[in-house]
């Protein structure tokens, strides 16, 4: 940080940020609440109160006069590669892109969010599409004038994926699944016929917590910090620095909720390690959704699929689970949380599988928008989509369409970032290896701690001071480019 004195103009900017950023920390407690303990009937007042603080925050935030305050800094000046300058930057890009909107859609679109969710919840646990179209018809709806909001495009989809990956375009997205949905394909052709077997459970709900909580403590938890807690959709959220909320979803039929703790351990440690003078302002959070990802799936399976972790915390799941594991050697195990199985779940997918998953969502997505499929046949394409991809047959709609709640929260243009956040991920950890050396003798001796404080250096505590394309750069020297990832893959599953 300089120590120059600040001019009364970014001290006044800063000001108005802090009180935006603290609303928004009340809508995720909101939200946070919404998910984890509100009881069901409370949806509709809850979708009120989230719909009336998202206006508020949105109309303080669009108001004349951060507008003249950015223009007056930029006419003064900013040094672009200084946290200030970095902090008009990015501001001025939300503030531009929130200006377009009035702040009454903002807060419709929260109301219609939180509505929705409740439904879906309600939907997927009868497994009945129909109770939940119309909420999904009325997102689309919403969805539609956010986006006429913006100039005019060929390409509606840019406006939603530019909200989460700053200066991606659907078709860059469109070129990389292009190269990578062939490799997959082939991918499981080759691999998921032969999977091994699952190994059956159960395992006991608390001693899967057991398993969780002991790596997150040997990953870096802190309980002074941090907390875990139980939801049907696992998420992560920040409600405020210091202040690091993880949420898992056990069954004791199989071990998903480890995987998934680790997922959102990786969401959460990027949220903690974000440089502290960033707090109360748009610096102070992950740079864009495919890092977010990155980083998730990085502590998800690069190091929690990785043959030194399992060296490591094999032997303690097996004193947790005597009964379903105390048999299954390490190898067994390994290669079983490793295989390529093609399945109905996305959470619940392998590495190569995962992939195909995520461009069945970006496909329809787009089409759901662009209207060439209709809400009503969606469950039907969704079924004959996952035949055709993954040889799988969708017994219900629990099963299928209904089993994400992304469309119910309304975040068209997320999906992709997932994907991304996969290539993504193999790019930075090899530059990690190359730097580190090999980590897996670090991993079976439980210490991943290198690993975390390269990455809070490289990534974390930068916030969104650098553009997801120029962070990227910066650590590993590239643009975006899958090719490192199918390498990794093809090696993998060799
Ligand atoms: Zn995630």
Redesign the pocket.
């Known amino acids: 940080m300089t120590v120059a004195t600040e001019s009364p103009q970014l001290e006044r900017l800063k000001a108005i940020l802090a009180e935006v950023a603290d609303l928004s920390h009340a809508q995720q407690i909101l939200e946070w609440d919404a998910r984890v303990s509100m009881p069901r009937d409370g949806a509709e007042a809850r979708a009120d109160v989230a719909a009336t603080v998202t206006r508020l925050a949105h109309a303080h935030f669009v108001s004349d006069e951060v507008g003249k305050l950015l223009d007056d800094l930029d006419a003064a000046g900013q040094d672009p590669g200084s946290v200030e300058g970095a902090l008009v930057r990015i501001t001025r890009r939300e503030w531009e892109r929130a200006s377009r909107i009035p702040s009454a859609l903002a807060g419709e679109m929260a109301q219609a969010s939180g509505v929705a969710v409740a439904a879906w919840d309600e939907a997927k646990a009868a497994s009945n599409f129909k109770s939940f179209s119309p909420h999904l018809e009325r997102q689309l709806e919403l969805k539609h004038r956010y986006i006429a909001c913006f100039p005019e495009t060929d390409e509606p989809y840019d406006v939603l994926l530019d909200e989460y990956e700053e200066g991606f375009t659907t078709a860059q997205v469109e070129e990389i699944f292009g190269r990578l949905k062939g490799e997959l394909v082939k991918l499981v052709e080759r691999h998921g016929g032969n999977a091994v077997e699952e190994i059956a459970g159960p395992y006991p709900v608390e001693r899967q917590q057991e398993a969780g909580r002991l790596v997150l403590d040997a990953f870096g938890y802190d309980a002074n910090f941090w907390r875990l807690d139980e939801t049907p959709h696992p998420?992560?959220a920040k409600p405020g620095f210091g202040d690091i909320r993880l949420t898992t979803h056990t069954d004791e039929r199989d071990l998903t909720s480890l995987f998934s703790t680790m997922?959102?351990f990786?969401?959460g440690v990027y949220e903690f390690d974000i440089d502290p003078s960033f707090a109360r302002t748009p610096l102070g959070r992950g740079t864009s959704s495919a890092i977010?990802?990155s980083q998730?799936?990085t502590w998800e399976n690069l190091v929690g699929r990785s043959q030194g972790f399992w060296h490591w915390f094999y032997p303690r799941l097996q004193r947790l689970f005597p009964e379903p594991l105390g048999s299954v050697d390490e190898e067994t195990f390994v290669r079983s949380v490793s295989a390529v199985r093609p399945g109905l779940i996305r959470g619940d997918a392998d590495e190569v599988t995962y992939g195909l998953h995520i461009i069945l969502r970006f496909e329809l997505e787009r089409e759901l928008l662009a209207g060439t499929a209709a809400v009503s046949d969606l469950p039907e394409i969704w079924n004959q989509r996952m035949k055709e991809s993954l040889g799988v047959d969708v017994p219900d709609d629990a099963h299928g369409v209904l089993q994400d709640m992304h469309w119910a929260g309304g975040l068209f243009g997320y999906f992709p970032t997932?994907q991304l956040?996969n290539v993504v991920s193999v790019q930075i950890w090899d530059r990690a290896r190359k730097q580190l050396g090999d980590l897996e003798d670090q991993f079976s001796r439980g210490e991943f701690s290198q690993l975390r404080e390269w990455l809070s250096e490289q990534i974390y505590r930068h916030g969104s001071r650098y553009q997801p394309a120029e962070l990227l750069r910066r650590v590993t020297g590239s643009e975006i480019d899958p090719e490192p990832y199918l390498k990794y893959l093809r090696t993998k599953f060799a």
């Open positions: 998420f992560a997922h959102e990786g969401h977010h990802e998730s799936r997932y956040g």
